[in-house]
């Protein structure tokens, strides 16, 4: 079983920069991909980037070349580097763990706010 809890969430203008992490506690063997995903409201919950073993990513097109998705080698970590944010980044964002034998786990998410 894995826990995931996620922080750094907050309010931040145009422009501007946050990070987020998201902390995996419990058993963290197998893991194929871990990332995060983010459901702005009224829509449905979408990919915004994932990373695999061997540090390979995966974005969403309406977040490349600004967000940058990162971990710790044991997978302990993973972080969302967010620059030159957009209203548009308002949601709530959600870690996700994908685990060998198809298991997913989930954070509670963190609250993304960017104020035009």
């Known amino acids: 079983q894995v826990q995931l809890v996620e922080s750094g969430g907050g309010l931040v203008q145009a422009g501007g920069s946050l990070r987020l992490s998201c902390t995996a506690s419990?058993?963290?063997?197998?893991?194929?991909?871990m990332g995060w995903y983010r459901q702005a409201p009224g829509k449905e919950r979408e990919l915004a980037a994932l990373?695999?073993?061997?540090?390979?990513?995966i974005y969403a097109d309406s977040v490349k070349d600004r967000f940058s998705v990162s971990r710790e080698h044991d997978w302990r970590k993973v972080y969302l580097q967010m620059n030159n944010m957009k209203p548009e980044d308002t949601a709530v964002y959600f870690c996700?763990?994908?685990?060998?034998?198809?298991?997913?786990?989930w954070g509670q998410g963190t609250q993304v706010t960017v104020s035009s």
């Open positions: 996700k763990m994908v685990i060998h034998a198809g298991a997913e786990y």
């Open positions: 419990g058993r963290r063997l197998g893991v194929v991909a």
């Open positions: 990373i695999r073993p061997g540090g390979s990513t």
